[in-house]
């Protein structure tokens, strides 16, 4: 693996959750930053701060002068967080503009923030669950909103960019990422109606663990267009897993076992492929399932 000492690395949507958090990772790491928001933030600490909209050609052709490496991170994250035109209009843009521009440059190497929806039954209107178990990249799809959408067109256009230009892409399927506050309030939420995390196998991830899998993603050897899964190993319900899925999903076909509060998710491509495992686990107490759920 190479090592981003005195790499120059381009990271957009720098004020979101995840690049506060990746910023001064990257930095502590050897990198030096160039960050692109579409806001003043003043607590922002990069070599270089620019404000910009991914979506622009001129924004873009600025901040990657000089880059080596990109990381996107820019997106509206939310399938509510704007109307629907606005969501897949600006991910889907920003993905493209981010990656023919640095595919055409000749830079060699992008990691994109991804999601578990694009795979598309987190926000799905429809009573659905997962075909199988554990998740993983292979998983029929079934989309039913607008941002699930954006992030599963931005792997098809990771793997056009790659294609296209040769530029290697990892898209990080990331699930819900937070603080360890937040992610235990999550957890006490899931105690009391863990039905609802059932779509996303009660997955999470630590903006720290987030930020060290966008360096390994940026230092790995991989070639190609790869996107999947990351999660801490256990999940963010207080119950097993298998008593869970026993309550929860009983007709859906399991291809292994789960130990414990063991996430099925597959994360085997997260370990192989960039040498990812998580290292922030939030301190849940393993609890058997109230005799209501079963």
Do not use: C
């Not at 440059?105 to 039954?121: K, P």
């Not at 996430?263 to 939030?282: C, K, S, W, Y």
Request: glycine content about 6%.
């Amino acid at each position: 693996m190479k090592q981003l000492d005195g790499a120059r690395v381009l990271l957009t949507g720098a004020s979101g959750r995840i690049g506060t958090v990746a910023v001064p990772h990257l930095r502590k790491a050897g990198a030096h930053v160039t960050t692109l928001s579409i806001q003043e933030n003043p607590d922002l600490e990069a070599d270089r701060v620019l404000i910009g909209d991914t979506r622009s050609q001129e924004d873009v052709a600025a901040a990657l002068e000089g880059a080596d490496l990109v990381v996107h991170l820019a997106a509206l994250a939310h399938r509510d967080i704007a109307p629907p035109y606005d969501v897949y209009s600006t991910n889907v843009v920003s993905t493209f503009n981010v990656l023919a521009q640095a595919g055409a440059a000749g830079i060699s190497r992008a990691v994109v923030a991804g999601s578990i929806n694009a795979y598309g039954l987190p926000m799905n209107r429809h009573e659905v669950v997962p075909a199988y178990f554990p998740l993983d990249t292979d998983i029929p799809v079934d989309i039913a909103d607008w941002y699930s959408l954006s992030k599963h067109h931005g792997e098809s256009t990771a793997r056009m960019a790659w294609r296209q230009w040769g530029i290697d892409v990892v898209t990080l399927r990331f699930p819900h990422v937070h603080n360890e506050k937040a992610l235990l309030a999550q957890s006490r939420e899931h105690a009391g109606d863990p039905r609802a995390g059932l779509r996303e196998a009660w997955s999470y991830l630590h903006t720290a663990d987030a930020a060290r899998a966008i360096e390994l993603s940026l230092t790995a050897n991989t070639t190609g267009a790869h996107a999947f899964f990351l999660a801490a190993n256990r999940t963010n319900a207080p119950y097993r897993t298998e008593d869970l899925l026993d309550a929860f999903a009983p007709d859906t076909p399991r291809l292994r076992r789960f130990v414990e509060r063991e996430v099925p998710v597959d994360l085997t491509p997260a370990r192989e492929l960039i040498g990812f495992e998580a290292h922030h686990e939030i301190p849940v107490t393993t609890l058997d399932l109230p005799a209501a759920f079963r």
